[in-house]
Structures are given as C-alpha cells and as structure tokens.
C-alpha cells in the first residue's frame, strides 16, 4: 500500500496561513510580570497552572513554583490572568501592559465548584472554560486519580449527553453515542492527533488514563473546525506535558485475575519539556457461565500494553516544537453473546475467535509568532491500525493508515478580537480480508480531504462572547475495482468527490456580568452547526451500492448556567436538537450459501434532549455532581425503495439509546483521606437480538443502577494505599443486550507519586 503527498498542496497550505500576517507589525518591546498565587487563607499555592488571555484565547500558559511564585515575559497589549487549581476558582486580573513594564500582581483562589480551565478543543485556539460557548466537559487528572478511573470510558460515564455501552467486560467493544447519534459519530484526539479508524470508528476500551492531564468532550458537531468524523462530539486526550519534574507510578489487582501496572513521568529543563507513560492490564475475564447451557464462560480474557512519550522545546520570542509518541497493542477473546439469547441460538460458548490489534500515532507540532499579533502552528501527524481476527470461518486482517497536515494562523486583531484561519490535508487508506469470503484479496479504499476552516472570535465587554466559523471540505475517494468473489459481490465504485461546508455559530452572555471577582453569575450559552461524516472503508468494501452519500447533522442547543453561594453551587441546564440526514445502515438480503448485504441510506432521524449538571464544593472537603439526560429519538423518514429491517421504521426509537440515564457523584478529600462513591443509573432502551441483530428483531433492555465506592489513603506525601469496588451490589446487568456485564469486583493497589 502507497501513501500519496502532494508537495504542491503543502506549500499552497502554508501560503494561505501566512496572508494574513502581512499587513500586521512586528513584535515590540516586552514588560515583565511576576506574581503570586494564594489559596483562600492567603497561602501560597505551589504547581498552580496561570493562564495569560488575550483576544479571547489563551496565549500563554505557566506553572508557580514551590512558593506560588511564577513570572512571563509579555508584549504590550490587553490581557487577562486567572489561575487554574483543581477545586478552586480565581479571580481574573485585566493587564494594560506597556512597553517596559515591570508588574507585580497576587492571584486569590475561593472555593468552586467548577475550577477555571484551558479549553483546546472547541476553538482553533486555546480558550478558558468560562469563556467557552460549547457545551463543554472537563476531566483532569486530579478527579481520575479520585476516581481510580482504569480507562478513559469510565470517566466518560459521568458525562450528560454520552450513552457508554460496552459489550461483557474489560476489553468489551465500548461504543459511545452522543446526543442520540451513532456511535462512529465521535472524533478522537490524542494531543491533536485523529485516532479514529477509517471513516470514524473507535473502541473507547483501550485507552489507558497513565499519562493524561486531562480529558475534554465537546457536544454537538464539530465539523466546522475538524471536518469529517466530527458529526456529534469531540473527545480530546491532553497528555501530561513540562512543568516541575514529577513521576508516579500504581500496582494493583483484584477480582477476575485482574491486574495493572503504570508509570508516568513529565517536566521541563531550560527550555525542554518532556512526557512519557507506560501500562499493562491483564485479565482473565468473566467467570460466569451461560444461562441456558450453563457451560463456563472462557476466551474472555483481556491484554493491553500501552506506551507513550511527548518532548518539546520552548524558544525565545515563543518558538516551540513538540513530537509525541504512541504506541498500543491489545488481545483478547469474544465469546459471542451468552446472556439474554431470545431465540435460544446460544448453544456454547465461542471458545476460539480472537481479536490482536496495534495502534502508532506520531505527531510533529511547530508553533512560532510570525509578528506581535500572530502566532502560527503547523502539525504533521502519522497514524497505523493494524488488526487480525481469528474466527471458526478464518482469519481476517485489516490495516488503515493516514497522514495529515494541518496548519493555522491565529491573530489577534483588536483586544477584543481573534481570528484563525488554516487548512488541513488528509490521505487516509484501509486494507482488509472478509472472513467467510471465496476470495481472500485484500480490499483497498483510499480518501484524501482537503479543508479550509475559519473562525473570528469577539468578546463584548464582560457579557458577550461570540464566535463565528466554517469550514470548507472537499473529500475525495478513489475509484475501486469490481470483485464478484467477494463475500457480498461488489460492482465497480468510481472515484467519488463531495464538497461539503458546515458553519458554526457559539454564543455566550452573561445576563449577570461576573465581574472581576467572577462569585456569581448568570449565563446563557447556545450554538448552532452541521456535521458530515463519508462513509468508512466497511461500508463502502462490504456492499454492493457505489452510489452511498454522506451522513449528515443540522443542530442547535440553548442553555443556562446559574451559579449561587459565590461560585461553590453551579447548576447547568442544555436543551438541543439534532437531525440526522442520510443514515447508513447495513441491509441484509439472504442467509443462504453465503450472506449478501447492502448499504445503503435508509433513513433520517432526529434526536432531542435536555442535559442537566448541578455541582457543588463545600469548604470542608465534600465534591457532589449530580447529572442527568432526557433524550427523546425517532426515525423520520425512511427510503422505501429497500426494505430496510427493524428498527428503521417510521416512529421507532433509535437502538441502544435509553430515555432517562443520570448519576450521582461524591468525592470527599480531607487530609490524607480521598474517597469516592456513586450511582449510575440507565433506563430501559431499545436493542437488537444478539445473534442475529436487528434481523431477529427488536427487545427491551431493561434499565439498571450500579454503585461504586472507593477510597485512598496517603500514608505519606509520595506514597498512597488506595481500593475500590465495582459494581457493589453485584447487580446482574447487560449495557448491550446479550452481554452480560462484571459482576462485584473489589481492587486494591499502591501509588507512588514524587513532584506533585
């Protein structure tokens, strides 16, 4: 397989970034500012994150030392400073600064139920969370560690509007829909980088949380500012990266033979910042047995060995360069469904097919100021998926790899004015075999996309904050040979163009202007956008229609903000809709010698549903969120032309999307104690046989509540015993239908952590 790069097409690229720069001045001279960060009984506050904004955007970042202290070196202009600490909100510091200034300022933390954050992945530019229109979730380090989270699905639980469904036990297929989309609806990114399959696939169950900083999800599309695969939601991984050296490190094991191994290390020296993690999980998987047959259930085990490292270097007049590294290798067995089976087609357990999978990301990131009103960033990213499932029909591979060249110019045109432009180039391929096939050749799908994104951003005052973008995107796929061997005879696909633009539009106003302290506010916050997602390489191999369009989203929501008791009680209310054009489903026309299928655009759908996050923090140690998601689907529209299978029909509810879902969520930490407990709660949805799918029909499955509790103990400042315990009730529940789900499992573990 051959990955074409056209040099014409980058060079054009780095031309468009740089237009805009022309007309506007070089940098001046600089002033100094120095500072201090205190906590509510005025004490110094050491690893603190201090954000510098300038036109909307967050332009600078530091950390204060071991007093609290911290200093930057800035150009003349209008600023505002604010620090970031888990637990904590800060009041914000506006700066005229002139040249040659020497400032001194003292930043004050109060207690919050939403701490103050660094936002990468709604806009172009970095933003604060509070001055952020999207529907916004942030997850650091601090509430993983309070957690215990083993992988980043499990923190995804806690998120409004996400529906996490995973298939039996760890390493279980896990699947996430936003807002009532479908599950390849979601992009991914690792420190910037797509980690999707082909055509946006992605298994959440393999994505360790060792060397994270935090996790940002974004609701809605996203398509104005990622393109393609960015049709519902965004999740963003930021690993650990610079600051004060510090390393940590866990041990742990408990029910089902599991057990876990990580370490992390991250800091910076003169200039250099470095990050590198390493995990290993091992399970033997579940211990049941079927329930009609009653035969133990075996090949569920589980392996993942993960690795990553970032290193950077920081410049003067703010150059600096960045590489990360990932690399991830996963196995495990599929016993097939053995839990509700309808049909009583379950007849043993599936004791040979099994899944070996590796995943490379590897990214190069350049940041430099092209005057003292623009800085521009261009990123080369590499990705390989390599897979091989064995089943009692074969042995199929299958590989995809991409490349993507993304660059930006971000400009600050008036204090209250931001702009970025940029463009993106992606050439992605996928290679497989279908394992019941006559034929084993492999079956290629090659794509490239070129998109062009804008986005002017503007800050009224203390009230308004509006940004405006779009993105232009032409996807193009090549032509694919006919093969009548196939496993579902496939005609000639000729080479296929589709030009697509998706605008976007956030807003944000204080009703309630927070003021410079920011105790207490009233905020409403909407947006509106499109999304697009082409179909993936599956859909277009495995198929015998050439003539597939792309999945498309229309989408608003609308909600309030309301803060009470200075910031330490938040609650957040978010209406939205989405309508759903051009569904792809997979139709099947015979079970005889062999299955044929086709796919085909069957339907359209809206979702529809109310978020709600109320949050509180209280002085003496206690954390609660509570959240919950109304969500209403149904099928609008279907192509009558084929006969589409269950649920596809008019008036039906989309599958794997439960009305009511919510939880409840405490954290207590009070000297050397942390411990948490909490519910979660899913009701009935529709879902399909387990065998069969949708071809054996639809079933109700039934909703269920499941409490976790855990707890932590610093024995000393480097060194914690922690425990936890999964589903305490032992509550016997299936997230996909047919898949039953871990029973009560208890885990205990040490940590060592040195520079925190």
């Known amino acids: 397989m051959t990955i074409l790069f056209r040099p014409f097409s980058t060079l054009a690229l780095l031309r468009l970034l740089l237009f805009v720069t022309i007309l506007l001045p070089r940098p001046g001279l600089a002033a100094d500012l120095n500072g201090t960060v205190v906590d509510p009984d005025g004490r110094p506050v050491p690893n603190a994150r201090v954000l510098l904004s300038r036109a909307g955007a967050v332009s600078a970042t530091t950390t204060t030392d071991v007093q609290g202290r911290f200093g930057m070196v800035l150009a003349a202009g209008r600023y505002e400073v604010r620090a970031s600490v888990p637990g904590f909100r800060s009041d914000v510091v506006p700066l005229d600064v002139g040249a040659d200034d020497l400032l001194r300022i003292t930043i004050a933390l109060r207690v919050s139920a939403i701490e103050e954050s660094v936002v990468v992945s709604a806009s172009p530019v970095d933003r604060p969370l509070s001055r952020t229109p999207d529907s916004v979730t942030v997850i650091d380090a601090d509430e993983l560690r309070a957690h215990q989270v083993e992988t980043v699905s499990d923190a995804l639980r806690l998120v409004p509007g996400l529906t996490v469904t995973q298939s039996g036990g760890r390493g279980g297929v896990t699947s ?10 979601t992009l991914v990114l690792i420190d910037g980088v797509r980690a999707n399959a082909f055509g946006g696939g992605f298994d959440f169950a393999h994505l360790p949380i060792a060397d994270i900083d935090r996790i940002e999800i974004v609701r809605g599309p996203q398509s104005a500012l990622y393109g393609s695969d960015a049709i519902g939601s965004v999740v963003q991984i930021v690993t650990r990266r610079g600051g004060p050296t510090r390393t940590a490190g866990l041990v742990e094991g408990g029910g089902f033979g599991t057990t876990r191994a990580a370490g992390s290390v991250a800091g910076s020296h003169n200039g250099w910042s470095w990050g590198a993690a390493g995990e290993r999980l091992d399970t033997d998987g579940f211990t049941g047995e079927a329930p009609d047959t009653g035969e133990p259930v075996t090949n569920d085990d589980y392996r993942r060995t993960d690795g990553s490292f970032n290193l950077g270097w920081e410049g003067g007049r703010d150059v600096a360069i960045r590489g990360t590294g990932r ?6 067995g599929f016993p097939g469904p053995f839990g509700s089976d309808p049909l009583a087609n379950v007849s043993a357990i599936d004791t040979v097919s099994r899944g070996e999978n590796d995943i490379r990301l590897f990214s190069v990131d350049a940041e430099f100021p092209w005057s003292q009103r623009v800085t521009q960033d261009i990123q080369i990213a590499w990705s390989g998926l390599d897979g091989t499932f064995t089943s009692p029909f074969g042995t199929s591979e299958s590989e995809s790899r991409r490349v993507t060249v993304r660059g930006q110019a971000d400009a600050a045109l008036l204090p209250r004015m931001g702009l970025s432009i940029g463009g993106e180039l992606l050439r992605e391929s996928a290679e497989s075999t279908f394992i019941t096939g006559p034929s084993a050749d492999r079956v290629p799908v090659e794509r490239s996309a070129l998109g062009v994104f804008g986005e002017l951003r503007y800050d009224a005052g203390d009230r308004l904050y509006l940004t405006a973008g779009a993105r232009v995107e032409r996807i193009h796929r090549d032509a694919l040979a006919p093969d009548p061997n196939a496993f579902s005879p496939r005609p000639r696909f000729d080479a296929s163009t589709v030009v697509s633009t998706n605008p976007k539009l956030t807003v944000a106003y204080f009703l309630q202007p927070p003021g410079r302290r920011e105790r207490r506010w009233t905020r409403v916050h909407g947006s509106v956008g499109t999304g697009i997602r082409p179909p993936d390489a599956f859909e277009i191999a495995f198929t015998d229609n050439p003539s597939l369009e792309p999945e498309r989203n229309r989408s608003f929501d609308i909600g ?13 209310a978010t209406g939205f809709y989405n309508r759903y054009d051009d569904l792809i489903i997979t139709v099947g026309r015979s079970f005889q010698d062999a299955s044929q299928f086709r796919t085909d655009n069957i339907s359209n759908a809206r979702a529809r549903g109310l978020e709600l996050v109320a949050s509180t923090r209280t002085s003496w140690g206690l954390a609660a969120t509570l959240t919950y998601t109304w969500l209403d689907t149904d099928v609008l529209a279907v192509d009558q032309s084929d006969a589409a299978p ?3 029909d008019v008036g039906e509810p989309l599958i794997r999307r439960p009305r ?16 948490f407990g ?15 799918g949708a071809f054996g029909g639809l079933y109700t499955n039934p909703g269920y509540g499941v409490v976790n509790l855990g707890g932590t103990i610093a024995v000393r400042r480097e060194l914690e015993v922690f425990a936890r315990i999964t589903n305490l009730l032992d509550r016997a529940y299936e997230a996909t239908f047919g898949f039953p789900a871990l029973g009560r499992s208890a885990i205990v573990g040490v940590r060592v952590a040195a520079g925190y």
């Open 678 to 692: 909490q519910v979660l709660a899913r009701g009935q949805n529709l879902d399909v046989e387990p065998s069969f």
């Open 660 to 675: 009511h879902q919510g939880a409840v969520d405490l954290v207590y930490r009070r000297g050397p104690v942390t411990a």
């Open 327 to 332: 690399l991830s290798a996963f196995e495990r």
């Open 646 to 648: 269950p649920p596809f």
């Open 176 to 185: 996430l829909f936003p807002r009532g989309g479908e599950s390849n609806f």
């Open 560 to 572: 309030v903000e309301q803060t009470f008791a200075g910031g330490a009680f938040i609650v957040d």
